[in-house]
Structure formats: C-alpha cells, structure tokens
C-alpha cells in the first residue's frame, strides 16, 4: 500500500490590539493556494485595513501560496489598508525574497514587530 500524504492547512483568525492576525500553518501550495487567498480578499474586502499573517507554522510556500497572500495584500493596499507577515521559517523566508516578494510586502522578524509597526499608521 503507497503511502499518501494528508495535506492539511489550517488557517485561523484572532483580533489583537485592534488588528486582525490571521495564522496559516501547514504548506501553502496549488492544493491549497484558493482556500488561503478566500479567506485573505474575504477578511481584506470586509473592512479591515490592518492585517498581520503568521507564518510560523507554514513549512513551505510555493509560486501559487505567494499569488494568494499577494492579491490580498494588494486589496489591502487599493483600500489604504497594510499588510504585514510575521515569523516565516528560513525556508519560507528564502522563498519570499529570492520571489521579490519582500519588496512588495514588508515581512518581520516577530509578531510583536508587526504590532507595533501596524499601530503607528
């Protein structure tokens, strides 16, 4: 019997000092890329101007999971809003610069940076 890998993504959602943090976890590939970015434009279209997604948990990230968290940062953006990511292992990091896309969206070291960066605006 061949063995077959459960892919679960787990993506949760919490208020915290007046933004919303949004936690994915898991790895975010073509599987799973439309589930993340409904949720992202979903919470981004709502009203919300200030997000920080968590990347702590996510394991890898691939061409269609950086597309999701993009088009949801750019909603934020047309809308006067800020995204922030937080906490992306080294593997997730690597991605996200040698893709660009840390210049595109500001990416920070904690939680509590993105806090605290999002507060001032």
Known sequence: MAFQELIEMNITQR??????????????????????????????????????????????????????ILVAA???????GEMRLCQPNELVRRTLEDSGFSNLVRIDDSESQSIAALQVL
């Open 74 to 80: 750019k909603l934020l953006k047309s809308a006067s």
């Open 15 to 68: 208020r915290l000092d007046g933004l919303t943090v949004v936690d994915l976890s898991g790895r975010i590939d073509s599987s799973v890329s439309g589930q993340v970015m409904d949720r992202l434009n979903g919470l981004a279209g709502s009203g919300i101007k200030k997000m920080i997604v968590n990347l702590s948990e996510v394991s890898y990230i691939s061409s269609a999971g950086l597309r999701s």
